[in-house]
């Protein structure tokens, strides 16, 4: 695989939920780079959350914190909701250093 130019635009494109699509020496992944949207209907984190996969990891622990102060502090849901997206961020992960 060969390297980027230095003097090129990299352009990323990030999913309203905040992920996108990385890439790294052996390949790429999604990656969460944000909180994102909490309560958007098609592409939300409750929305994620409530589909079959598996949530991608957050690209840092300091991203994965400010994410569950977040959905302690978010209003709208129940208190069920809040704990199980509590829950499935804190699976989610995230990357190592």
Known sequence: ???????CVTVEFVSPSGVVCRR???????????VGQLCHPE???LKEMDSLGDPPPFESEA??????EVVARMGGVDKATRQRLRQW????GHLEG
């Open 1 to 7: 695989m060969s390297k980027p130019c230095p003097d």
């Open 24 to 34: 790294f020496a052996d390949g790429a992944m999604n990656v969460r780079i944000a």
């Open 43 to 45: 592409h939300g984190l």
């Open 63 to 68: 991203l994965q914190r400010q994410a569950l």
């Open 89 to 92: 961020v804190e699976y989610a």
